[in-house]
DNA sequence: CACATATATATCGTATCCCGATATAAAATG
DNA sequence: CATTTTATATCGGGATACGATATATATGTG
């Protein structure tokens, strides 16, 4: 791939590595509906699960780590606290800042989400060690 | 990892892997709006210019590429196609079948975008090859 | 302290996208 | 030639994310 232009078998490569980005994805999404959650509730969950900050992530926080704008964070920050995966308190150091954390119920999902991971994410591995070998 | 449950390290590497997806389809989806097209839009053309049958890929070809159901590829080719992205014309063989192809429009969107991408997927390369190895 | 500015969260209206259910047309099968 | 399968298409609806905007709190500066 020089700098100008791409070959057929450029974009066939490209397009290879996609598909596999997006049958992660899609496995990653309907083991999220079979759960009872969005796909996107099950992402939100995991940031919270890793993030290694002192204390508790914050709705800005959240939106970093998903790479969404901040009121999309809102959103969906609502929705699972009105679906009881999450909850938020009050930052006692800054009033305007809520954190969130897993209820007892949004741990439960997660983990069990994160077990059936497992196998597909090995299998993504392999296949994308290939890929990157392959783009390179 | 066991077999049973996951340690606060294993979610937090979890976590990891799914902010570098993150951050690089982030950078993808900006770079199609940049563009003038949407995100879906972007891998329509992508898995067009990218199949490798004899023949152009017919709608469901691209559904199953895409990992969407058949009626979602129909909509997304639809759109792309009144945006003057990609057009159909009729399998000679099979009149059920609508094969696609991109307009020159279409061509010539995609190999930019793609020339965009090569910097982004070069350090996504080196970051993803680090989080499989922290993966195994 | 007062006031301007920055930060964090929230609301509202809108557009995109994808889905399930369903329909239509053509091909394949027996 | 009737039945089943395959391929595309339509319709209604829900989840998501966005831009624009609003509100509350914190911070910085004179």
């Known amino acids: 791939m020089n700098s100008r232009s791409l070959s057929a078998r450029d ?10 980005l997006r049958v992660f994805q899609r496995f990653s999404e309907e083991a999220a509906r079979a759960a009872g959650v969005t796909p996107a509730q099950h992402q939100l969950m995991l940031a919270i699960k890793g993030w290694d900050g002192t204390d508790l992530p914050a709705v800005g926080d959240l939106a970093e780590v998903l790479q969404l704008r901040h009121h999309s964070a809102v959103e969906l920050v609502q929705r699972a606290s009105s679906s009881g995966l999450v909850e938020a308190e009050p930052d006692e150091h800054d009033a ?8 007892t119920q949004g741990e439960e999902i997660l983990a069990s989400l994160s077990l059936a991971h497992r196998d597909e994410l090995q299998r993504f ?10 783009l390179g």
């Open 11 to 20: 974009y066939r490569t490209l397009a290879k590595f996609r598909y596999a």
């Open 96 to 103: 305007r800042r809520q954190l969130i954390k897993l209820t």
């Open 125 to 134: 591995r392999t296949e994308m060690a290939d890929l990157l070998d392959e």
